[in-house]
């Protein structure tokens, strides 16, 4: 998809697949707790959502309804985790490459018929005898289906034990809050409300910036309308739903909404850190954060390196990047968009060098009939108190 960035891209892959490494889990045999004895584990690339509406989730399973309709092809995801998908409505489905949009396989899948499939590595092998003449495949791909009939059905994932291996649960955990403040709201007003927002979830955050739009003026619309930024980094998605759910969080998101234009835009995702903040000591950083919802057939994965690979522009000084995957009954308020992209420069000038970069011209370019939507919101980060 992006042949001139070939050597980069490489270079990026490897570093993805190094974060694949297994660690050991270790326990506190006082406490029960289990923790990784290093970083390195792995995160998801793509959308860790093999299903069209998330049902319920537990400690051990999370449940999934999966429902396509004949000639639609759905947007690629990630099986995370080990998975059984029983069949309610069976039809045909072909299966696609989320890295290349390549055709890999199709099969029919029978009324009241059961899948079980194991994630080993970057693939998925199917373990029932049904299944079995199918060699091993990527783990994240797209569904279409091919066939007459609506395809329906129930997907169960099964997590690891804790002390077996990582669960997103456990994974580091950013949450960026846009916010929209009516125009008779002053400044000062608005930074009190931010302030008052963030005030509750202070007990679990690692760490939190917030931020005025500073977006150029030819990109000033590609803000949705959005004025404010609240930036809160979690240490698991465990601290971010404790935080998020907490009565005192509730309350004040409540009372912020007479002051707002509308509702916030709210997502989460698990930050795969492509390069870590290479900031000068005490310099306030400058963000660029970059929301994307992508076409059923975009080649994610060619797009997904390529923009990546923008982190060997000079003035990008960090890039964190995930899927959006906002915990159950919040999923709306991330309003349809799929990845997430946190860029770090050292001032609004360094901002200005990477847009205008050959590179960032270039990958734009090839990207842009792929994208459906897409948000930019930059700022000057405050740290919030």
């Not at 890295?99 to 970057?122: D, L, N």
Request: some cysteine; charged content about 25%; proline content about 5%.
């Amino acid at each position: 998809v992006f042949p001139h960035l070939g050597a980069c891209m490489m270079v990026v892959w490897l570093a993805f697949l190094a974060l694949g490494a297994a660690s050991e889990p270790t326990c506190d045999e006082s406490t029960g707790e289990c923790k990784l004895k290093t970083d390195e584990y792995y995160l998801p690339i793509y959308r860790p959502a093999p299903g069209t509406k998330r049902l319920a989730e537990s400690a051990t399973i999370v449940v999934w309804e999966l429902e396509i309709a004949p000639n639609e092809r759905l947007a690629a995801h990630e099986h995370y985790y080990d998975a059984t998908i029983h069949t309610l409505n069976g039809s045909w489905l072909a299966a696609y490459s989320a890295a290349s949009g390549e055709h890999m396989f199709s099969f029919e899948v029978p009324e009241g018929s059961t899948i079980m499939m194991e994630r080993k590595g970057q693939e998925m092998h199917f373990t029932d005898p049904d299944f079995k003449e199918f060699p091993p495949f990527e783990a994240s791909y797209a569904f279409e289906n091919v066939g007459s009939t609506s395809y329906r059905a129930l997907v169960y994932e099964r997590k690891p034990d804790p002390c077996a291996g990582l669960t997103l649960d456990q994974a580091p955990t950013v949450r960026l809050i846009l916010l929209s403040f009516e125009e008779s709201i002053s400044g000062s007003e608005r930074t009190h409300a931010v302030e008052r927002l963030y005030s509750p979830a202070s007990e679990f955050v690692d760490l939190a910036l917030t931020g005025e739009s500073s977006n150029r003026e030819e990109e000033k619309g590609l803000t949705q309308g959005h004025s404010h930024a609240l930036l809160l980094s979690f240490d698991s998605g465990q601290s971010r739903t404790n935080a998020m759910s907490s009565e005192a969080f509730l309350t004040e998101r409540n009372k912020l909404k007479k002051d707002l234009r509308f509702d916030p835009l709210e997502v989460d995702f698990h930050p795969t850190i492509i390069k870590a903040s290479q900031l000068p000591t005490g310099t306030k950083p400058f963000y660029r954060i970059q929301l994307f919802e992508y076409k059923a057939d975009a080649p994610l994965g060619g797009i997904i390196l390529a923009y990546a690979g923008l982190q060997n522009v000079q003035e990008v000084k960090g890039l964190w990047t995930g899927p959006i995957h906002n915990p159950i009954g919040d999923e709306k308020r991330a309003d349809g968009y799929e990845y997430a992209f946190l860029w770090t420069f050292e001032n609004a000038a360094g901002r200005d060098a990477f847009v205008e970069s050959d590179m960032y011209e270039d990958c734009m370019s090839n990207a842009v009939g792929y994208v459906e939507r897409a948000l930019t919101f930059d700022f000057s980060a405050e740290y919030a108190e």
